[in-house]
């Protein structure tokens, strides 16, 4: 059990820094991709680089206050007590990777962007009703992720339609 706690609080100290709140959303991408290719492998491979990209960054020297302050609301959340409406608002974050894979495996573009954004603007949401003033230091991140992913699709759908456009060579 030593072993566990340490390791989360190796992880969480990784967590304050920011880079990983930016690398984060990207990896929404290969997640639409695997699920556009229907690939089973590539969907769990995506999630779980998704997972522990929380630590792949150094601890920072100094962390902003801001952050802090957010993390701490945020572990607070974790640890505290779970009751029904607690588990069903986190039950959100599966019920959106499943909504988004569907929606790229049933080649639905549209409703990925809309599932995409929700849950972008659902985040800053949470973030703010559950850590106050600080929850608004997720804001740039969630955003720049939120429109880096919708450009992405963009271009992908765009990609996608010119080459369906082209006659087959053989």
């Not at 290719?37 to 969907?43: M, V």
């Not at 995409?116 to 949401?125: D, E, V």
Request: proline share 5%; aromatic share 18%.
């Amino acid at each position: 059990m030593e072993f566990i706690n340490d390791f989360l609080a190796w992880a969480w100290t990784r967590h304050h820094n920011v880079l990983s709140w930016y690398i984060r959303p990207l990896f929404i991408i290969p997640y639409i991709y695997f699920a556009y290719k229907r690939s089973w492998k590539g969907l769990v491979l995506t999630i779980i680089a998704l997972f522990t990209s929380m630590f792949w960054f150094p601890a920072p020297d100094s962390v902003d206050p801001m952050v802090a302050e957010f993390l701490a609301a945020e572990k607070t959340y974790l640890t505290g007590t779970w009751t029904l409406p607690k588990i069903a608002l986190t039950l959100t974050v599966p019920l959106f990777f499943t909504l988004l894979a569907l929606s790229f495996w049933k080649r639905s573009w549209w409703w990925g962007v809309v599932v995409i954004n929700l849950a972008s603007l659902g985040k800053i949401a949470w973030s703010v009703a559950e850590g106050g003033e600080s929850g608004w230091a997720i804001l740039i991140p969630a955003i720049i992720g939120m429109a880096l992913c919708n450009v992405a699709v963009y271009f992908g759908v765009k990609y996608l339609n010119k080459r369906k456009d082209q006659p087959a060579t053989v």
